[in-house]
């Protein structure tokens, strides 16, 4: 481009860069480039010092990649955190399954609200 500040334009019409680096002092370029392009990263002044820090991600946008990727990051983005649920095998309730029906529903749409002294008159028939 033939002045910098051009360079978003150039950036912004091309396909999503994995990393902008940008060699300038100006606060007000760098406020135009953070807000007028997209990337997987952006380095002002520098160029190795993004992806030897650990602490900062590393990755893509669009084509150039997805995810977080670096140190801790990549650990958690090729990690599985499984999900576990324990329940007792004690009062299990039925209006959970189906067939539904009207008393059903209003059973479990008060379980939700916790509207305790609805399912009481619910279950003493007091409540439809």
């Not at 481009?1 to 002092?25: D, G, H, M, N």
């Not at 995810?67 to 324990?86: C, D, I, P, T």
């Not at 008393?103 to 399912?119: C, N, V, W």
Request: glycine letters at 10%; charged letters at 25%; aromatic letters at 14%.
């Amino acid at each position: 481009v033939e002045r910098i500040e051009e360079s978003t334009e150039f950036i912004s019409s091309r396909p999503k860069p994995l990393a902008i680096y940008a060699f300038t002092e100006s606060r007000k370029l760098k406020e135009k480039i953070l807000k007028e392009t997209s990337s997987g990263s952006v380095t002002f002044n520098d160029t190795l010092i993004q992806f030897i820090c650990d602490g900062l991600p590393f990755g893509g946008v669009g084509g150039s990649g997805f995810g977080r990727y670096h140190g801790r990051y990549s650990f958690e983005a090729f990690s599985h955190e499984k999900s576990v649920l324990h329940r007792s095998l004690k009062m299990e309730m039925e209006a959970r399954y189906p067939p539904w029906n009207d008393f059903k529903m209003e059973f479990i749409r008060l379980a939700y609200g916790f509207d305790y002294l609805g399912i009481l008159l619910l279950m003493l028939g007091l409540r439809r």
